[in-house]
């Protein structure tokens, strides 16, 4: 018969054929067949994949025709897209800007974005022209309109309006 030592070594070998042991051959006889190749996705599509999905729970629209957007930080720097994709969903109050951006500071855009600019940004644009021309500089469309609104003045408005 066969002694116990050759039986120790024949089970060994028995389990590392079976499974797997120090072998680490893939593929060949008796080896399970791969049916299709699966595709690594980058984190990047990943990350898209979930936005638009998170876009489309929430029934973001395309609004068309849009062609800059600005948007302006605390710190004097507009974030400035050009020909941006916009979507924006009025039941959540939410609003997707996307599109390659660049950083710029306030005097690049000046010109073109006065119209655009809100009361913070007066006052910041009002900053900027005192340090650049010298107290005397007059920034377009940033002077006080009390032009045509009259003095207040005190009793009866209408002996006031009789005598001017």
């Known amino acids: 018969m066969v002694d116990a030592d050759e039986m120790a070594a024949a089970r060994q070998r028995m389990i590392a054929?079976?499974?797997?042991g120090n072998s680490t051959s893939t593929g060949g006889k008796g080896s399970v067949r791969r049916k299709k190749k699966v595709a690594s996705r980058s984190s990047g599509a990943q990350s898209d994949a979930k936005l638009s999905a998170a876009l489309k729970k929430l029934g973001a629209t395309n609004i068309p025709g849009i062609e800059e957007v600005n948007l302006f930080k605390e710190d004097g720097k507009v974030i400035h897209f050009v020909n941006p994709k916009v979507q924006a969903s009025i039941a959540a109050n939410t609003y997707i800007i996307s599109g390659p951006s660049e950083t710029k500071p306030l005097q690049e855009l000046l010109p073109s974005i006065v119209s655009q600019l809100g009361m913070d940004n007066l006052s910041q644009l009002k900053n900027l022209a005192e340090q650049a021309g010298g107290p005397g500089a007059a920034v377009p469309g940033a002077d006080d309109d009390d032009d045509d609104?009259?003095?207040?003045?005190?009793?009866?408005?209408?002996?006031?309006?009789?005598?001017a």
């Open 17 to 20: 054929k079976r499974f797997g």
């Open 149 to 163: 609104v009259p003095d207040l003045v005190e009793g009866n408005f209408e002996e006031v309006s009789e005598t």
